[in-house]
């Protein structure tokens, strides 16, 4: 009981911070472009910031091979969660239009605007380098594969022009993190000049409290009274909540056969996999044509639902 306590008190300092967004948005304290602009500060400047220094401090050259393995049982994990989305989205029919919702809601979660200021909230700094490991592998399969399949679903064309944004594969925060990597391998001391170190880590110290901040102007501006829980919502609620983390755990048990895993990647990697649907959906299925307010639904309700189901995993994660 003491650790479910202990997991809805992290869980309400989330909730506390996000209400405040969602307040000041509301109460028109917060302009129409101040999320969008919160949005550009975390992705090009602070994300990127948090992610270099923590690799190179969190990090070392004979860790490095560690990281790659806890990648494969990432790719395995999601593998798998493609796999179930695309056959239940088939067996229910869903319709045209909503297939790219359905399939990207379940699979790809929002690694950036809540599963970080999440993990570091209920496991602090220390967890970043395995929050890493959740956040290359959603980057890569929300831009090729999650992209390609909301693409494929434009209702508009009959030869439908499938792509993969490429430019998208690359962030700022991916890039802060190869540059990372390579300044590790050179042993380059950047982080020993002190000015250096202390700015970068003072400019992302302001992922957390900014990221909790903007989903509270995203929910204010797509409206709680507007959530609707349609048959095709509930399922993806259904695969985002209970299907993809169970595939999770069911991997890291496998895994634990063969291997010993630090405990704080298979809670990193259990939590990351039950965060809301990803923010940017929307417009994706927006560009194709799709169901748009099916996919602001999804997103909206999935990102309260967190709320809840976050207090119930970290009391089940202590026995894995």
């Known amino acids: ?21 969602y307040v000041l948005r509301k109460e028109k304290w917060l302009s129409d ?5 919160i949005a550009r500060l975390i992705l090009n400047i602070s994300l990127p910031a948090a992610i270099f220094v ?23 994990a999601f593998a798998i969660s493609y796999v179930l989305s695309i056959v239940w989205a088939r067996v229910a029919h869903v319709g045209t239009g ?3 919702t359905f399939i990207n ?4 979660p929002n690694t950036v605007f809540i599963g970080l200021p999440l993990n570091v909230a209920l496991f602090g700094n220390q967890s970043l380098t395995y929050f890493l490991v959740y956040y290359v592998l959603d980057v890569f399969s929300t831009w090729t594969a999650g992209l390609f399949i909301v693409n494929s679903d434009d209702p508009t064309t009959k030869n439908k022009k499938t792509y993969l944004d490429w430019h998208k594969i690359l962030p700022v925060p991916l890039l802060a993190f190869i540059i990372a990597i390579v300044v590790l391998l050179f042993n380059i001391p950047i982080l020993k000049i002190t000015f250096v170190k202390s700015s970068l880590t003072y400019i992302g110290s302001l992922v957390t409290p900014l990221s909790l901040i903007y989903i509270g102007i ?19 609620m259904i695969g985002r909540f209970v299907c993809v983390p169970a595939i999770m755990i069911g991997v890291l048990l496998v895994a634990m056969k063969f291997a010993t895993l630090p405990k704080l990647l298979t809670q990193t990697m259990v939590i990351q996999s039950a965060v809301p649907a990803i923010a940017v959906l929307p417009i994706l299925v927006h560009n194709a044509h799709g169901d748009v307010k099916f996919s602001a639904n999804v997103v909206s309700i999935s990102t309260v639902m967190f709320i809840v189901v976050i207090p119930i995993l970290m009391f089940v994660i202590q026995y894995l």
């Open 33 to 37: 472009s101040f999320g969008n602009d």
């Open 1 to 21: 009981m003491l650790v479910l306590w202990n997991s809805i008190q992290s869980v309400l300092v989330i909730v506390l911070i996000m209400a405040l967004g």
């Open 105 to 108: 809601g379940i699979t790809n």
């Open 98 to 100: 909503r297939i790219g």
């Open 218 to 236: 995203i929910l204010a501006n797509a409206g709680l009274k507007n959530m609707r829980f349609d048959l095709d919502t509930v399922m993806v």
């Open 54 to 76: 923590t690799v190179l401090e969190k990090l070392n050259r004979g860790e490095l091979a560690s990281f790659s393995g806890y990648l494969l049982l990432g790719v395995i």
